[in-house]
């Protein structure tokens, strides 16, 4: 069965770096596009980045273009989100995402804290 298991969440200062790791199971990673969502406290998920197959095509949420970059490893069955420049408002639950047969699947998420 699908799965997706996030890493590489934890607490950093404004301003800091952090790199997100999704690793996926269970479908043919190569022909599916991926996702990163976030929701913050008290509010919606929403999309942060998502990557076409093979890495063709990317889409950024307005509040992180330019900082944050998707990017994807076939050979590890692995989608990655380096955050750079990170803001208090980039404090969020991170979950990976793919789209497959018509059903969503999630990973359990993986918290990021921005605060000094």
């Known amino acids: 069965q699908v799965q997706l298991v996030e890493s590489g969440g934890g607490l950093v200062q404004p301003g800091g770096s952090l790199r997100l790791s999704c690793a996926a199971s269970?479908?043919?990673?190569?022909?599916?596009?991926m996702s990163w969502y976030r929701q913050a406290p008290g509010k919606e998920r929403e999309l942060v980045a998502r990557?076409?197959?093979?890495?063709?095509?990317?889409n950024y949420a307005d509040s992180v273009k330019g900082r944050f970059t998707i990017s994807r490893d076939t050979s590890k069955n692995t989608v990655y989100l380096q955050m750079n420049s990170l803001k208090s408002e980039d404090t969020a639950v991170y979950y990976c995402?793919?789209?497959?047969?018509?059903?969503?699947?999630w990973g359990k998420g993986t918290l990021v804290t921005v605060s000094s």
């Open positions: 995402n793919t789209h497959k047969n018509g059903m969503d699947y």
């Open positions: 990557i076409t197959t093979l890495g063709g095509s990317t």
């Open positions: 269970g479908f043919t990673f190569s022909i599916y596009a």
